[in-house]
Each structure stands twice: as C-alpha cells, then as structure tokens.
C-alpha cells in the first residue's frame, strides 16, 4: 500500500470535530498515546523516578508517546490557524480547547484530593496553598511539598503531566506569530526554527530537565508535514525502514535522536492509514485530553491511600478505569461544550453568561424577598 499524500485531504478532515475527523485515526492515536502515559506515570510514581533511569524501556516508551502527541498537535494546529478566519479567532478557539477542561482538574486537585491528602492541618494547608510559594506552583505545579501533598509517596509532585501545556500553548504562540507575519508557508521558516531548537537540545543534551526542549521540536516537525503535506508521500517501506532504525538505536545511545527522524513521519503516517475501526474511534467523544490532566494526581492518590502496596497492573488498571471516567465526564459536561462556543464571537459568549448572571443574581434577590414576606 502507498499513502501518497495524507494530509492533501480537506482541512477539516485532518482536524478532530471537522465535517472529515472520521477518515482519520488521529482520535484513537491521541488516546493510545494518552493510555501509554498512564502507564508510564504508574510505572514510574510506584518506584519514585530516583529508581527509574532515563534509559528504562517504559520511560522511553511514555516518551515517544508523548512526542507523538506534540507531532499530532503541530500537525492539526497548524491546519486549525489555515482554516481559521483571523488571530482572535485562533486564540479562541485554543483558549477553548485548553482551559475550560483544566479549570475542574486544577480544583479538583487543589481543593478535594488537596485537604484530603494533605499532611498539613487544614488551616494550614489552604494557608500555604494561598500563601506566595503555594501559588507559584498552581496550576503548572510539581512538587507538591510546599501544600504538604504526597509527602510520603516515593515521588512528590502533583500533577507532574502539566508542565507541557505552557509549552504547547507557547507553540500555539509561535504559530500565530510567524502566521501573521507571513512567513508561514515559507519554506525555510520552520525548519529554521527547528534548526535553532536542535542547537539548544544538543546543548542541554545531559541535561534531563532542560533537554525536554526537544519536545518542541516534535511540534515544529508535526507543523513542517502539515504544510508540506501536499509533497510529502507516505510508504510502508519507508515506515518500515523508520521503526527498524528505532528499533536498531535502542541499542545505543542515541535513540532520542532516531525519535526526532522516525517518530513524527510514523506518527502522520499511522493517522492516515485506511482502518475504519480506528477512524471512527473517536465517536463516542475525545477523551484524550482528560486522561492526560487528569491521571497523575489519581496516582498519586492512590499510591498513598494504599501505601504503595498494590502491584503496577493493579495500579495501571484501577488508575486508568478512574481517570477515564473523569475523562469522560469533562468531555461531555464540559470538553464538548467548549468547542461548541468556537464559532462564537468571545464577546458574545461572555455578555450572554453575564445577562444569564444577572437573571440568576435577579431571581435571588426576589426570592430572598418573598421569603422575608
């Protein structure tokens, strides 16, 4: 089979929710890579990171599953800023897809696991959270020792998966701007970016913290196939000949630099490949998302309310079948309704809450009125 040109279909058919999200198996890699996650961040919080090297083969597996998701989302924000009418629009639309979802997981977080887990007295655990040291850690926090979280845990951070969201909505940025700059669809606007990324990767190469730059990189990439998707083609030899490079560099060192050259074509390569049970994977809703918020701090919980005792498929199974019922709850109440306001003006979505605030404030007051009679 040869995949000519993949991504050469309508817009709206490589973005989730267009009128094509179906002949596409973006949803089911999204949510694949998410489950892998999962499973990484148990593997990885039972045993405390200390324990785990960098070149574990569960690590580098959560990994590449999130430089697949970084590869898809450069890919399909990209095609959203073509298919989008102007930068407000774009920021909205983004503002929508990030943020309505993460608000219930911050307060969840913070204000029911939080005083339950806390080893602070309550006072003291909302002091501290409300305090200097406790804010600068919400809602992209880690270490959760300044609120007094998972203290005990073999790791301590709360909710360790977030520190890439203001990398991606940095990303998103980096679209925007060099989109109304015109420099876009110029051929070596991209690649120059990547150019530059490389160079800080290969500078912080053993730096473990600074050296997830390369993830932005994944991003950069995933735009680069968007835009050149009308030249590039896609072959099983060549995927092929990618996953036994992948395979082959697992062998030595350098198998972060075979993800950045196999992991992004594979990724756009398996999203466009003619399965119809996995382009219509995603009907019943995108949970993706809300398996990534919210699976860490369920972890951690649950290693704590059973003092690590329970065995890793134990805890990946139990930890999974909780967060994707939260998953599926913040799609349906509140995911999908977000994306709904999309074609709607910001301005109007927010004087239509405000007129429905006033009728609520409105409606109180006579209330309080009658009861007083």
């Known amino acids: 089979m040869t995949t000519q040109h993949p991504g050469a279909a309508p817009v709206g058919g490589s973005i989730p929710g267009g009128a094509g999200r179906f002949s596409n198996n973006f949803d089911f890699l999204r949510f694949a890579a998410a489950a892998v996650i999962v499973v990484t961040h148990a593997y990885a919080l039972r045993l405390g990171?200390?324990?785990?090297?960098?070149?574990?083969?569960?690590?580098?597996?959560?990994?590449?599953?999130?430089?697949a998701l970084l590869v898809t989302s450069g890919y399909?924000?990209?095609?959203?800023?073509?298919?989008t009418a102007s930068p407000r629009r774009f920021a909205w639309k983004r503002f929508l897809r990030v943020v309505p979802a993460l608000i219930p997981e911050i307060v969840l977080t913070l204000f029911i696991i939080g005083p339950l887990m806390t080893s602070l007295p309550i006072g003291d655990y909302f002091g501290a959270l409300f305090s200097p040291a406790g804010m600068a850690t919400v809602p992209f926090f880690e270490n959760g020792s300044a609120i007094g979280l998972f203290q005990q845990n073999p790791w301590t951070y709360v909710n360790g998966s977030l520190w890439t969201i203001p990398v991606e909505v940095a990303m998103y940025g980096v679209v925007a701007v060099i989109g109304i700059a015109g420099l876009l669809y110029r051929?070596?606007?991209?690649?120059?970016?990547?150019?530059?990324?490389?160079?800080?990767w290969l500078y912080w190469f053993d730096d473990p913290r600074m050296a997830k730059v390369r993830f932005t990189l994944y991003f950069l990439i995933g735009a680069y196939l968007y835009l050149q998707r009308e030249r590039i083609a896609y072959r099983p030899a060549v995927a092929g000949g990618l996953l036994l490079l992948l395979g082959l560099a697992a062998l030595t060192p350098y198998l972060a630099v075979a993800g950045v050259i196999a992991i992004p074509y594979l990724t756009i390569y398996a999203a466009h490949l003619p399965v119809p049970l996995l382009n219509t994977f995603g009907r019943a809703g995108d949970f993706s998302y809300g398996l990534y918020i919210y699976h860490y701090p369920l972890q951690q919980t649950i290693i704590q309310t059973t003092e690590n005792s329970l065995s890793l498929p134990a805890l990946c199974g139990l930890s999974f079948l909780a967060t994707f019922a939260l998953a599926f709850?913040?799609?349906?109440?509140?995911?999908?309704?977000a994306m709904a306001l999309k074609k709607i003006a910001p301005a109007d979505v927010f004087r239509a809450y405000r007129v429905r605030a006033e009728a609520l404030l409105s409606a109180g007051g006579a209330w309080r009125y009658v009861a007083r009679r």
């Open 76 to 83: 399909l924000i990209t095609a959203s800023w073509e298919s």
């Open 49 to 67: 990171y200390v324990d785990v090297g960098l070149s574990d083969p569960v690590v580098l597996l959560g990994q590449g599953a999130l430089a």
């Open 329 to 337: 709850l913040s799609w349906h109440l509140v995911e999908k309704r």
């Open 187 to 200: 051929r070596g606007a991209i690649p120059a970016l990547a150019a530059i990324n490389l160079l800080l």
